[in-house]
């Protein structure tokens, strides 16, 4: 994916029929070659989701967060690199017309949050795993998007971070806390329900509003 000044790589999988896209944001320290997040990607391209992998930042810039971790917590730049994804995805012929979910892990779970925000009138629905919802609580009141908040751990700070992130939410929105050897399984069934629904959901909404302009 070309920007100004700049390219991403990513991996885009379209499976036929093609239910919606899911756009991955990874956390810190992770890549578009994470097993755990193509683990997921599988699940939902069996499902007939199509899923993009990418990196949201470049080779230089990531041998430089390896270093001195000078980008992971970048917030805001990861969230207008995820935007800008966004608006690529728009532009592209085989995904412009897709209803698009965004699934952000770690440190990118706030960078997801904040471009759902941002491309309200875009995003079906989002997933948030791990500890960061908290670095998007600006955010979170202005979200449209069905918001669901998976924890893969007991840890109580996380725990807290991530009520309170739910408690910022005005739609509809779950908190599931996963543990066990079934986690990364039980994970994947869960993330793949909640796009499927309500990818399903905005597509009828989306058609149904077509419809209407079209009878008036």
């Known amino acids: 994916m070309a920007f100004e000044g700049f390219s991403l790589a990513g991996l885009l999988i379209t499976p036929k029929p093609t239910k919606g896209l899911v756009v991955f944001a990874h956390g810190s320290g992770s890549s578009r070659f994470s097993?755990?997040?193509?683990?997921?990607?599988?699940i939902l391209n069996e499902a007939g989701i199509a899923t993009l992998l990418f990196d949201l930042l470049t080779p230089e810039e990531e041998d430089l967060d390896q270093r001195n971790r000078?980008?992971?917590?970048?917030?805001?730049?990861l969230t207008e690199r995820l935007i800008g994804v966004i608006d690529w995805l728009s532009r592209q012929t085989a995904t412009a017309a897709l209803p698009l979910g965004l699934f952000g892990a770690s440190t990118n779970a706030a960078a997801a949050l904040g471009a759902a925000t941002a491309h309200a009138d875009k995003v079906?629905?989002?997933?948030?795993?791990?500890?960061?919802?908290?670095?998007?609580?600006?955010h979170l009141a202005r979200i449209k998007a069905p918001t669901l908040l998976i924890l893969g751990t007991e840890d109580k700070v996380a725990l807290e971070l991530n009520q309170q992130a739910a408690e910022q939410l005005p739609v509809k929105?779950?908190?599931?806390?996963?543990s066990g050897v079934a986690h990364l399984f039980e994970e994947a069934k869960l993330i793949c329900g909640w796009f499927l629904h309500h990818l399903s959901v905005h597509e009828s909404r989306r058609a149904a509003i077509v419809c209407a302009k079209c009878l008036r």
């Not at 929105?173 to 996963?178: A, D, G, Q, V």
């Open 173 to 178: 929105h779950r908190l599931e806390i996963i």
């Open 70 to 77: 000078e980008f992971r917590f970048d917030i805001e730049l």
């Open 35 to 42: 097993r755990r997040n193509r683990f997921v990607a599988e």
């Open 124 to 138: 079906a629905a989002v997933v948030s795993r791990g500890k960061q919802p908290d670095q998007a609580l600006s």
